[in-house]
């Protein structure tokens, strides 16, 4: 069926996306770097002053940021500047909220069920 | 699988009063399954099957005005009644594979569960959400 594949094209798009948010966000440092961007972007030498950790290896955090599409970099002058990008954030962030919804109502039905099942024992 | 090392994560935990025995076989026995995985919006029915060991299958099929909602998956690990994982696939997952892991914990005379959902999944891009921080907020909520 031709709209079955184009859903799962997208679908295919959307989930290696989102894998990359999800990864870079389980890291405590990348979700720092994040933190550090959300009033004002900064240029990369500014971030890695701010970190106890070598400036190649917040280099290598900034990457998968970038990758993830959270980061944007504009380059002024000899300055690296990154904003960041909240878009992909909102995708993950729904996911979360759609699966949360529906487990709390699934173990609140289980709740029940279990619950008149004792009473119907009793 | 250490939880700490996976990425971000849907938890919800719910503390019920019963026997995680009973709990656990409500999650591989077809007729209670049909009874309480049903989401409440619009779902008339639900039909379950499953093969209750590694490796078997289970057919969860939500019935609703617009057709069936498919769900199914492969049990991984059946650990009664401390733990039960198998893979979850329905059109909310893009029809890829998720994980899905279930932990049943004694609370003195009642049972937490803890059911944890990860891996592959497909956001619907026109729910959004509002500003990135609370975003963030969330994602480092859910996080474990």
Known sequence: ?122 | MNAALAPAAVVVRRTISASAEDLFDAWLDPEALAIWMRPGSGIRNTQARVEPRVGGRFEINMHAESGVIPHSGVYQVIDRPRRLVFTWISPHTGERESLVTVDFLPRERRTEVVVTHEQLPDAKRDAHMGGWTRALEKLEEFRQ
């Not at chain 1, 990369?44 to 993830?68: C, W």
């Not at chain 1, 909102?90 to 109502?105: M, N, P, Q, T």
Request: charged fraction near 30%.
């Open chain 1, 1 to 122: 069926m031709r709209h079955t594949s184009i859903f799962t094209h997208m679908g295919e798009y959307q989930s290696t996306r989102l894998d990359g948010v999800f990864n870079a966000l389980c890291d405590p440092t990348r979700r720092a770097i994040l933190a550090r961007l959300t009033d004002t972007d900064a240029r990369v030498t500014d971030i890695a002053a701010d970190f106890p950790i070598s400036l190649n290896s917040i280099s290598k955090h900034i990457r998968m940021l970038e990758r993830a599409g959270l980061l944007r970099r504009s380059v002024v002058g000899r300055d690296h500047i990154l904003s960041l990008n909240a878009e992909p954030l909102s995708e993950a962030a729904a996911w979360i909220e759609k699966y949360r919804r529906f487990w709390e109502g699934r173990l609140a039905a289980l709740d029940a069920y279990v619950t008149s099942k004792k009473r119907k024992r009793q």
